[in-house]
């Protein structure tokens, strides 16, 4: 019996330096070396996923923007992905009228961009901007009406809970949404994805492509309920949402105490 393995990464394998720990990476390492089927699942992109887990090798598929993609970690190939249909055009349309100007993801001309306007940027956005500076993928435009070009399968509104709040209720049920403060910032985020684009949905694809029996995730985070909901064993850290861990088979040590990769070294068993 295979099983696949799938860690959040923020709040979760990551520490709060936005690191995996030296120890981390040696366990992963070791035990995916020894036959350990190991991913991750993130709404971080691979780039910054990757140079957050520079200290991992594990050569396997990786889902990324909560679970929009799901990319290989050797070549950066996608291997399954999901975007918005042409309803999205009404829906970034409503959160211009909401006085809303979110940072927007998409492939466009081939290459994968993010789109935002500077001059309508909250002081939330410019933080997070500002720790993505020289990113590749940086696409700055003149106005709200160029944030509809390309394919679009991601969007990052960050702005005050009284604006977004309304938004999310509006669309929970429509698309796969996420509302949470960011746990380096305490900002307020909205994303808002198509509704195949979830962590579970993807686990669910990984699973059948890796041809693996069981699933055991570990997550921190509300946006990990759909995967924990899926998963045969679900695991949080310590220092996860309250919410989170009524979902959880059990609690274990946190981030920080490098709770994943110690459960991984007491608990796997080489077949």
């Known amino acids: 019996m295979k099983t696949l393995y799938v860690s959040d990464l923020d709040g979760t394998l990551l520490r709060s330096d936005e690191t995996t720990s030296e120890y ?40 990324v923007y909560n679970g929009a993609f799901i990319v290989d970690n050797v070549t950066g190939e996608v291997l399954a992905a999901n975007y918005f249909d042409e309803s999205v055009g009404s829906v970034l349309d409503d959160l211009f009228g909401n006085q809303i100007f979110p940072i927007v993801y998409a492939r466009i001309d081939g290459k994968e961009k993010f789109s935002y306007v500077p001059e309508l940027c909250t002081d939330g956005m410019k933080k997070f901007l500002l720790s993505r500076q020289g990113d590749v993928r940086t696409n700055i435009v003149k106005s709200a009406e160029n944030l509809k070009v390309g394919d679009i399968f991601y969007i990052t509104c960050i702005d005050s809970p009284e604006k977004l709040k309304s938004l999310y209720d509006k669309y929970k049920d429509k698309f796969h949404c996420v509302y949470q403060k960011d746990i380096y910032t305490d900002e307020q985020w909205l994303e808002i994805m198509p509704f195949a684009a979830s962590k579970a949905n993807a686990i669910k694809q990984l699973q059948e492509l890796l041809e693996c029996d069981r699933v055991v995730a570990f997550g921190d985070g509300r946006n990990d309920i759909d995967m924990f909901e899926l998963a045969d064993e679900s695991y949080a850290v310590q220092n996860a949402d309250e919410q989170l861990k009524r979902y959880a088979t059990s609690v274990i040590s946190s981030n920080d105490e490098d709770g994943v990769a110690h459960w991984l070294e007491d608990n796997y068993i080489v077949k």
Do not use: Q
């Open 24 to 63: 981390t990476n040696s366990v992963i390492n070791n035990l995916t070396d020894r036959g350990m089927i190991f991913s991750y699942a993130t709404a971080r992109s691979l780039i910054t996923a990757k140079k957050v887990t520079s200290g991992l090798r594990a050569e396997i598929p990786l889902i």
